[in-house]
Nanobody
């Protein structure tokens, strides 16, 4: 059974930084992409950034230049460095894994709250 565990969320003032981590466990034979999504209250879950096994990244326009997604390491751990945080970045941040075989996995989420 595959589990994803996010950590690193918390309360930070506007302009501050946080680093999110996504640790995976279980049998994921091969990963196609890993990514970060977020869901703010009353809004749909949306892509923040993702990275492929080949290292290609995609980021939402609103976070470009401020958020950096890592490539996933041999332990399939993923990071998201978030700098210059804004109140509108407040959301629950989720890690997502798309395996090469097809199954998709989600973590339970970590809350990020940015105060003004």
């Amino acid at each position: 059974q595959v589990h994803l565990v996010e950590s690193g969320g918390g309360l930070v003032q506007a302009g501050g930084s946080l680093r999110l981590s996504c640790a995976t466990s279980g049998s994921i034979f091969s990963i196609n992409t890993m990514g970060w999504y977020r869901q703010a209250p009353g809004k749909q879950r949306a892509l923040v950034a993702s990275v492929s096994s080949g290292g290609s990244t995609i980021s939402a326009d609103s976070v470009k230049g401020r958020f950096t997604i890592s490539t996933f390491d041999a332990k399939n751990t993923l990071y998201l460095q978030m700098n210059s945080l804004k109140p509108e970045n407040t959301a629950v941040y989720y890690c997502k894994v798309v395996s090469t075989a097809g199954p998709i996995y989600w973590g339970q989420g970590t809350q990020v709250t940015v105060s003004s």
